[in-house]
């Protein structure tokens, strides 16, 4: 069993919360796209993309595809990405094909799950504790967006003391 199977069985649906994309992302300061205007099909020349990267400042962009065949030390960068953690800047994500969750916590601690699914574009603030995992399709190829140059250091849960996290607390009231 590959540490995927393992987490999945283990994690996957019943420690967590299910969330729609919009419901959490009025709770937890995420932003969505999900409204169909976008296209993944066309991403390489979507006009809506494009509009959002220039309206939100979005400089660098790449594309990631985690499945155990096309991403190097897969089972290592899973274990990775499913470690609570934060980040000092807003990550950004763009589900062009196959399926994800991403996972936050909620005010009482409890993990909300948010299935990730083609078309689905999230921001997860800076100092948002959160989490990423797939699920039992073990797929998905994600465009990963910043403004500026990229920062992938993830800070690791306990981080309660960075400036960033007091931030994004506040952000909350
Ligand atoms: C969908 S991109 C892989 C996950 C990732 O980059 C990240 O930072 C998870 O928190
Ligand atoms: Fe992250
Ligand atoms: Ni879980």
Known sequence: MTWVTENLHKHSLFDCLQKSLSSASTWY?????????????????????????????????????????????????????????LHMDDEIRYIL???????????????????????????????????????????TKAMRLFVGEPVWKAYNRPADDLEIRKKYLDSLH
């Open 29 to 85: 300061n995420l932003q969505t796209s999900q409204d169909g205007t976008l296209d993944a099909d066309i991403y390489e020349s979507d006009p809506e993309l494009e509009k959002i990267c220039k309206d939100q400042g979005y400089t660098y962009m790449d594309i990631i595809t985690i499945n155990k065949d096309a991403l190097p030390n897969y089972e290592e960068k899973l274990k990775m990405f499913f470690e609570e953690h």
């Open 97 to 139: 094909d196959g399926r994800a969750y991403f996972d936050v916590r909620d005010k009482e601690d409890r993990w909300i799950r948010i299935a990730m699914s083609k078309g689905d574009l999230i921001t997860l603030p800076s100092g948002i504790y959160h989490r990423f995992t797939l699920d039992e399709t073990n797929y």
